[in-house]
């Protein structure tokens, strides 16, 4: 096991590239792939849940390649919606769930069988959640061991277009159903209540897909699909993970006299719930040089150190910062007074069970926790000290952790530290850069 020691820091000030957004990424890879013409994708995410992604891909015969330069940019040789090859063995999605269910979306419309597996973390994920819509679409697809988890079998079916109502709130069920929808007869809606992350729906778009999204008289959101138009490459220039930028935010809020500048940042509405919440806790945050690419907005960011106070997150704001709740978790743990995350069930299902490590981490800081199926509830403490954090190799909790033991007030240490590359590859460089400064 990889043990890292983590020193107290003081402020972090200067500017930071973050990686290329995760999940624009993976779509812009599986979209390209069934799209006629060329792709290129610009400040992509080099993580490793992308490669799985990529290298699924190149198994199902797409040509895929690199090239470097000043302008680094992956180029795919799209074959249409029909041009992907049988694999010639069980396809590889390793810790990625999304991969696993956006790729299923795809598969169940092929005209060949696939299996699709993943790591032993991705194997304990629920994907019954996708299995349900996509039979209802009339797919082969079962759970090779009856359990409703991977490995997954895909066999040739035809499709018929659905309309579902998402009982989560989740992008990766949403996403596996409309790529689905594009191999079905008729069209296919999808109703949220909660409106989760909406890439795949500017993204079909941009390639000139018929998608439209309608607000419902009853409240949420109604998605349409309909499949009859060929979809074109593009060239995507995607924005940086603001689930990246996230942990350089928490790390300037607690460093006292930090000051860190982040550029071109993608701030997609569905995404943006973080920043809202830490300018609620007393954090100072700026946006300028709004742009928008290929419908994705992005903007500068400049971070200042910031006294935080409680806040209470609602289960309406989950979907728009699910992937930072373990940052913010953290930073409610240096907060003045409590902060109550509610609505948060889905953290079970992540990469790890994101309520135990969150809470078993802040624990071990001498943080006060309380929680529940669905909620957590912290109060915040003046100088929380360090500890033997564990990232329960869950690249978000390492990455939340490593921050939070930066802030504490004696040394850390946190193990399996290299799973951040999943996300973000060379996050530990970064910090050694950002304290040289
Ligand atoms: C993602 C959707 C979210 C998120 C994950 C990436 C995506 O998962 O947690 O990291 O790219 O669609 P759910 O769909 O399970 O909420």
């Known amino acids: 096991m990889q043990l890292k020691t983590i020193l107290p820091a003081s402020r972090l000030k200067g500017s930071v590239v973050v990686p290329g957004d995760k999940s624009i990424t993976h779509r ?25 992604t990529l ?16 302008d680094p940019h992956l180029t795919i040789q799209g074959k249409g919606p029909d041009g992907l090859a049988a694999p010639a063995s069980i396809l590889d999605a390793g810790n990625s769930g999304t991969t696993l269910r956006l790729l299923s979306g795809i598969l169940s419309g092929q005209a060949f069988p696939s299996r699709i597996t993943g790591d032993s973390s991705l194997k304990r994920r629920p994907m019954d959640r996708i ?18 988890k991977a490995p997954l079998s ?46 795949t729906e500017r993204m079909l778009s941009a390639f000139g897909g018929n998608i439209s999204t309608k607000k419902r008289p009853k409240g949420g959101l109604i998605t349409t699909l ?11 220039p995607v924005p940086g993970d603001i689930s990246s930028a996230a942990y350089w935010i928490g790390a300037a809020l607690l460093l006292p006299g930090s000051r860190l500048f982040l550029p071109r940042v993608g701030i997609n509405p569905t995404r943006t719930g973080f920043l809202t919440v830490c300018r609620r806790m007393g954090g100072d945050l700026t946006f300028s040089r709004t742009q928008t690419f290929l419908g994705e907005p992005c903007a500068d960011l400049l971070i200042r150190h910031s006294l935080l106070k409680g806040t209470v997150v609602s289960p309406e704001e989950i979907p728009s910062l699910i992937d930072e709740l373990p940052m913010l978790a953290v930073l409610a743990a ?67 952790f490593a921050i939070a033991a930066l802030a504490a007030a004696t040394p850390s240490t946190l193990d399996d530290w290299e799973c951040c590359s999943i996300s973000y590859p060379g996050f530990f460089r970064e910090i050694d850069r950002l304290q040289d400064l």
């Not at 812009?28 to 080099?46: D, E, H």
């Not at 895909?154 to 579902?164: A, E, F």
């Open 28 to 52: 812009a890879l599986l979209l390209g792939a069934i799209s006629s013409g060329t792709t290129r994708i610009f400040s992509f995410s080099r993580g490793k849940d992308c490669l799985s």
């Open 55 to 70: 290298n699924c891909l190149k198994q199902l015969g797409i040509d895929i390649r690199l090239s470097p330069g000043s």
């Open 131 to 148: 299995l349900l819509p996509l039979r209802r679409m009339g797919a082969e697809i079962s759970s090779l061991d009856g359990s409703g």
């Open 154 to 199: 895909i066999r040739p079916s035809v499709l018929t277009g659905i309309r579902y109502t998402l009982p989560v709130a989740s992008a990766q069920v949403k996403s596996a159903v409309l790529l689905a929808g594009l191999y079905a007869k008729g069209k296919t809606s999808i109703c949220e209540s909660i409106p989760a992350r909406d890439h």
């Open 226 to 236: 309909v499949p009859s138009v060929p979809l074109l490459g593009r060239d995507v």
């Open 334 to 400: 240096f907060a003045r007074g409590e902060t109550v995350l509610r609505g948060i069930g889905e953290l079970r299902f992540k990469e790890s069970n994101r309520i135990l490590s969150i809470v078993s981490n802040l624990r071990a800081m001498g943080v006060s926790v309380s929680f529940t199926e669905e909620e957590i509830c912290i109060h915040g403490k003046q100088h929380p000290s360090g500890a033997a954090f564990s990232s329960y190799k869950d690249h978000r909790i390492a990455m939340a």
